[in-house]
């Protein structure tokens, strides 16, 4: 028997004109999802790892190349314990039940954040998807967790003044490209589409450097009820904008 089933059979996705090549999601509204159904917050954040797994299934099966959701970040630690403990167990149990799916699905799976802060049994599991899926060459999944922009380029300045103490750096000028490679994405696109549910017009220390030219999308609609026609609602949206990158018609340029 192998470890993972490769069987199964694939949902049919519509065509696109064009697709971003990197979509990053804000996952917003559990709690008040819960709330509107008279039930603690943690039922809304079980319902939105089912959308988690919906949507990481669906740009995988519209060839996306890179998804990254922002389960946890590094100012969710000030929530209440009960809530930080009950996201960290949701947070395994993601980890330990999408495995076969990311195989399956050719997905390469890396958790982005300062994994120092989180607990031996997210750390281990989170170890065994990255391992697992290092030869993939499918969707780059990123789940960042215990994340920040800010300290995401704190930490790419201080590797390379590593670097440049242990001498290792060719010049002692830096440019975007190197400063890039030193941040959690690299090799990866930038963010041409930015999601954020529930309807706040806020960044939330996200991917502050990659989303230096994305699109933004925002819906009132909450995350647990964000489904895979709702995805195709933002993409179609993407698919009607016009990018400039600062110029006048970049996307002829380019
Ligand atoms: C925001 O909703 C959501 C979070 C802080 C956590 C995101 C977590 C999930 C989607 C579930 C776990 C996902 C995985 C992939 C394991 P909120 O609690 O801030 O909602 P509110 O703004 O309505 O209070």
């Known amino acids: 028997m192998p470890r993972f089933d490769t ?12 697709l971003p090549r990197h979509v990053a999601i804000i996952m917003d509204g559990n709690g008040r999802w819960a709330a509107d159904r008279g039930k603690p917050r943690i039922f809304g954040h079980r319902r939105g790892m089912e959308r988690a797994k919906d949507i ?8 996306i190349e890179s998804l990254t959701l922002y389960a946890f970040s590094l100012d969710n630690w000030k929530r209440p314990k ?20 990311m195989m399956y699905s050719n997905i390469r799976f890396r958790a982005i954040g300062e994994r120092g802060m989180l607990p031996e049994s997210v ?13 993939n060459t499918g969707l780059n999944l990123n789940l960042a967790v215990s994340y920040g922009g800010r300290a995401e380029i704190i930490g790419a300045i201080n590797r390379l003044l590593e670097e440049q103490r242990q001498g290792s750096l060719l010049s002692g000028l830096i440019d975007e490209k190197m400063f890039a490679q ?52 933002a993409l179609k949206d993407f698919e009607g904008r016009e990018r400039r990158f600062g110029g006048i018609n970049a996307e002829k340029e380019r």
Do not use: H
């Open 82 to 101: 009960a809530e930080v403990n009950a996201l960290m167990r949701l947070l395994v149990k993601f980890l330990n039940s999408e495995l076969e799916e």
């Open 7 to 18: 069987q199964k059979s694939k949902p049919e996705v519509p065509g696109f004109g064009r």
């Open 182 to 233: 030193r941040l959690y994405t690299a090799g990866q696109p930038e963010v041409d589409l930015l999601i954020r549910t529930s309807g706040e017009l806020r960044v939330s220390d996200f991917m502050l450097w990659q989303i230096a030219y994305a699109e933004i999308y925002i819906t009132d609609v909450y995350w647990p009820d964000f489904t895979r026609e709702e995805l195709y609602g």
């Open 56 to 63: 990481t299934r669906a740009c995988g099966d519209l060839l």
């Open 123 to 135: 750390l281990e599991a989170v170890r065994e998807d990255e391992e697992t899926t290092a030869q």
